[in-house]
């Protein structure tokens, strides 16, 4: 690797240990074995860095919790769209616990918008992005066919992820499982659990 990918890696283990407001310049470089200047460099700022790590993690989480999965682990997922569902957000729950570091870095970025504009504009596109991603991979949307239904659905789907992971962060005990959001999404669409 060179000196930008050493950055980006370190960048990333200082997100998810220390988290976003307190990682410093010198702790990327003490963490990737570069120099300070390399930061500027190859990524212009400290934040420039940061922003990049951040939706490079958020990337590799949809990447590894996706519901078709990954590399050889690639999974073909049920065409009835209920058992789609179940699938889905049982592979999502089933990595709850691995993504806390993930989660609470998304957290502590949501309370930051308000006062970094650069930061809210660096992510508002890859989150547009995510949900389509989330659209086509939980439910089987191509966003190119029909780019509204997709958005919609990315929308719902964006919406229940972040709501389904603050549960798990806070209870784990009472936190909703892949059955739990099956038969609600049942109850919702007017048919019996």
């Not at 590799?60 to 996706?66: A, L, P």
């Not at 073909?76 to 209920?82: F, I, K, S, T, V």
């Not at 006062?115 to 191509?142: N, S, V, W, Y």
């Amino acid at each position: 690797m060179g000196h930008k990918e050493d950055l980006l890696a370190g960048a990333k283990r200082c997100l998810l240990e220390k988290g976003y407001g307190r990682t410093t310049a010198r702790d990327i470089v003490a963490a990737s074995g570069t120099n300070l200047a390399s930061i500027g460099y190859h990524y212009g700022s400290k934040d420039a860095l940061l922003q990049q790590a951040f939706l490079s993690l958020t990337e590799e989480w949809g990447e590894q919790v996706g519901p078709a999965g990954s590399g050889e682990e690639k999974r073909e997922l049920p065409a009835d769209p209920y058992a789609r569902f179940h699938a889905v957000w049982e592979q999502v729950i089933g990595a709850a616990e691995a993504s806390r570091p993930v989660w609470k870095l998304q957290t502590e970025i949501v309370t930051r918008l308000d006062d970094d504009e650069k930061l809210r504009d660096a992510i508002k596109e890859p989150q547009r992005e995510g949900r389509l991603g989330m659209a086509e991979g939980f439910l089987g949307i191509d966003a190119e066919a029909d780019p509204e239904k997709a958005r919609v659905a990315g929308l719902l789907c964006q919406a229940l992820a972040t709501g389904v992971m603050i549960q798990w962060m806070v209870d784990p005990e009472t936190a909703p499982s892949a059955e739990d959001l099956t038969a609600g999404l049942r109850v919702l669409m007017g048919e019996d659990s």
